[in-house]
């Protein structure tokens, strides 16, 4: 059997690709949450499988007794909003700080910065000057830290390129039982657009939305479940068969 080359594109961000891989037959198969005309052109004649590329939802399924991440804002009674990911400007945070000043008494809002990357100075600097509590380092039990907020937040505004193109934030919050708002990012809105617990919003409604949901004109829901189509073993199942046809055609 001639061996086969099988892209799974979490994040393709080809801006950067060398002009010599342009228009070449670079892979055999490619699994992707979106079918894109960008990763098309560097993978010609490939046979593309639309495959939305989630989580293991047991990640974050519930442990033992965890305490409490912020246990000085568990009972102030103000909505708690976490986002987790990297503290650099692509990620959209100034929405996050500034929905701190306009609601400084409605909301708190926690960031649990990865430790992947270097915070952004700059970035750092507004949130905290507007409220915004950082917590930085690893974080053992992930599913501890959604459950404890009231919402998620996903304020990355579209074409940023400041994420993949579904965010595991966004997965991790599902799973946890725990709403989520989002820009509609990447494949976010295509694979979550009907999902109970999930409200999209662009950057410059996040705050309305926020508003309304601490005033009571708009309801917050909690999913129900972990969507089917999202658990990781679908991408499994996808590749393989992906792979037993590509033989097939040896």
Same mark, same amino acid.
Not at 25 to 34: E, K
Not at 58 to 70: F, I, K, L, N, T
Not at 103 to 108: A, S, T, V
Not at 190 to 203: D, K, N, P
């Given at each position: 059997?001639?061996?086969?080359v099988i892209w799974i594109a979490t994040r393709p961000d080809l801006a950067g690709l060398p002009s010599w891989l342009q228009s070449r037959r670079t892979a055999h198969g490619?699994?992707?949450?979106?079918?894109?005309?960008?990763?098309?052109s560097v993978a010609i004649d490939a046979e593309f499988v639309q495959q939305y590329i989630g989580i293991a939802p047991a990640r974050?399924?519930? /442990? /033992?007794d965890s305490a409490h991440p912020w246990p000085d804002l568990a009972a102030? @009674?103000?909505?708690?909003?976490?986002?987790? @990911?990297h503290l650099?400007?692509?990620? @959209?945070?100034?929405?996050?700080a500034r929905a701190k000043r306009e609601l400084p008494d409605k909301i708190d809002v926690v960031v649990q910065s990865s430790p992947t990357f270097e915070p952004d100075p700059e970035v750092v600097d507004d949130l905290r000057s507007s409220g915004v509590l950082i917590r930085h380092g690893y974080q053992a039990d992930l599913g501890s830290l959604y459950r404890s907020a009231?919402?998620?937040?996903? *304020?990355t505004r579209p074409g940023s390129g400041g994420a993949i193109d579904l965010p595991l934030g966004v997965l991790e919050a599902l799973a946890s039982g725990t709403p989520v708002l989002?820009? *509609?990012? @990447?494949?976010?809105?295509?694979?979550?657009?009907?999902?109970?617990?999930?409200?999209?919003?662009?950057q410059e409604k996040f705050v309305d939305v926020l508003r309304r949901l601490t005033d009571g004109s708009e309801r917050l829901q909690r999913p129900y479940s972990f969507p089917e189509r999202l658990d990781v073993a679908r991408t499994v199942e996808a590749s393989q068969s992906l792979l037993e046809a590509l033989c097939g055609k040896s």
């Amino acid at each position: 059997m001639k061996t086969k080359v099988i892209w799974i594109a979490t994040r393709p961000d080809l801006a950067g690709l060398p002009s010599w891989l342009q228009s070449r037959r670079t892979a055999h198969g490619v699994i992707c949450n979106r079918v894109r005309d960008d990763l098309q052109s560097v993978a010609i004649d490939a046979e593309f499988v639309q495959q939305y590329i989630g989580i293991a939802p047991a990640r974050v399924a519930a /442990g /033992g007794d965890s305490a409490h991440p912020w246990p000085d804002l568990a009972a102030e @009674g103000r909505l708690v909003v976490l986002h987790v @990911g990297h503290l650099r400007s692509n990620r @959209g945070l100034e929405v996050l700080a500034r929905a701190k000043r306009e609601l400084p008494d409605k909301i708190d809002v926690v960031v649990q910065s990865s430790p992947t990357f270097e915070p952004d100075p700059e970035v750092v600097d507004d949130l905290r000057s507007s409220g915004v509590l950082i917590r930085h380092g690893y974080q053992a039990d992930l599913g501890s830290l959604y459950r404890s907020a009231d919402l998620y937040a996903f *304020p990355t505004r579209p074409g940023s390129g400041g994420a993949i193109d579904l965010p595991l934030g966004v997965l991790e919050a599902l799973a946890s039982g725990t709403p989520v708002l989002s820009t *509609p990012f @990447g494949a976010l809105e295509a694979a979550l657009s009907e999902t109970r617990g999930v409200i999209f919003a662009r950057q410059e409604k996040f705050v309305d939305v926020l508003r309304r949901l601490t005033d009571g004109s708009e309801r917050l829901q909690r999913p129900y479940s972990f969507p089917e189509r999202l658990d990781v073993a679908r991408t499994v199942e996808a590749s393989q068969s992906l792979l037993e046809a590509l033989c097939g055609k040896s």
